[in-house]
């Protein structure tokens, strides 16, 4: 089967589906996110959507978020953004999210949400939507140019009782030049998919999108990887019971979400910092000492530096055509921007 069929059997069967059957967010499961490593992270975001809302008039509209975990960022978010006049009696909070165990967390964290199976089902009307760490798990094809020059989809067999890699006949594939027999590229049409409802959605009634993930503008190679216990697995070893994700290509969700206009991406670490998380981790330490503030002085590394999350990660922006700047998004050379020590 094709990788795409094999990534959503193995995490959305409703029986056996890793998403369907765990919660694997934390020390206990598998990955932490950005959300779980501080609070600051959310917090930040929220004062994010915030500005843009003010920037494009303080209409009514929808706060919504794809794949939201536990919960936690949603819950930061507006934390922090209570003190903004105006913003939470604008919003009604929307989550869209496929796994019963992270609803009922996510329900916990964040009791007035409304839950949706897809981005479709939101309803219409100006759209503030965070995806953190949501593309990479999104189903994707790979292929591989052969020694003719020729594309070859790879796909998932059976021999005996072990899973083993193979590669489809040739087929066409509409690509950019300069590959070379070996090399593989990724596509996600899922992901472009929901790219394209977010921008149609933002480009007609307002709002803005804020992809955050880890990739580059482009996939190139082999990124389809297996987590299990904060390690790297073999993604065909045990199916269901370890988080399989890809790099995730925000070229084509920039094209994708047209006419709605792309800012970004830019690193994770740049982003954060232009927004003052070095000045609001610094507020926090303050009362902190020993173990709690070396765990702080921790995570504020972890998001923002470059041997981190800091250049892995990268931040888009989606917004209507004519409205301000969003924040923190500005085109800038990075060599002027200030990382986290």
């Given amino acids: 089967m094709p990788v795409a069929d094999y990534m959503a059997e193995c995490l959305h069967d409703p029986d056996n589906g890793y998403y369907a059957t765990r919660d694997p967010l934390g020390k206990a499961g598998d990955f ?86 897809s981005v479709a089902d939101l309803p219409e009307g100006p759209l503030f939507l965070v995806a953190n760490e949501f593309f990479d798990a999104l189903p994707i094809r790979q292929f591989q140019m052969n020694d003719k020059g020729d594309w070859q989809e790879r796909q998932i067999g059976i021999d005996g009782e072990r899973l083993i890699w193979g590669l489809a006949p040739p087929a066409p594939l509409s690509v950019r030049d300069g590959f070379e027999p070996g090399m593989i590229v990724e596509t996600c049409a899922p992901g472009e998919a929901i790219a394209e409802e977010i921008g149609r959605r933002i480009a007609i009634h307002g709002g803005a999108a804020l992809i955050v993930d880890y990739g580059d503008v482009e996939s190139v190679g082999d990124t389809f990887q297996a987590l299990s216990n904060h390690a790297y697995a073999d993604p065909l070893d045990a199916p269901g019971t370890a988080d399989l ?22 690193a994770q670490g740049v982003f954060l910092e232009r927004l003052g998380i070095t000045a609001r981790a610094q507020t926090l330490a303050k009362g902190l000492r020993g173990a709690a503030l070396e765990s702080h002085i921790a995570a504020h590394r972890r998001l923002t530096h470059p041997a981190e999350m800091g250049t892995l990660f990268k931040v888009m922006a989606l917004t209507p055509d004519g409205a301000p700047q969003p924040p923190a998004l500005e085109p800038a050379p990075d060599d002027h921007d200030r990382h986290a020590p």
């Fill in 32 to 117: 932490i996110t950005a959300p779980e490593v501080s609070q600051i992270f959310g917090e930040l975001l929220g004062l994010w959507f915030a500005q843009v809302w003010m920037d494009q008039g303080r209409q009514e509209g929808i706060l919504a978020e794809l794949g939201p975990g536990r919960g936690t960022l949603m819950a930061d978010a507006l934390r922090a953004t209570r003190g903004v006049p105006g913003f939470h009696e604008a919003m009604t909070v929307h989550l869209v999210e496929a796994s019963p165990v992270l609803r009922a967390l996510q329900a916990e964290a964040v009791p007035k949400a409304v839950f949706h199976d």
């Fill in 245 to 266: 994700t890809a790099h995730v290509a925000f070229g084509p969700l920039e094209r994708a979400a047209a006419p709605a206009l792309a800012s970004g991406p830019v």
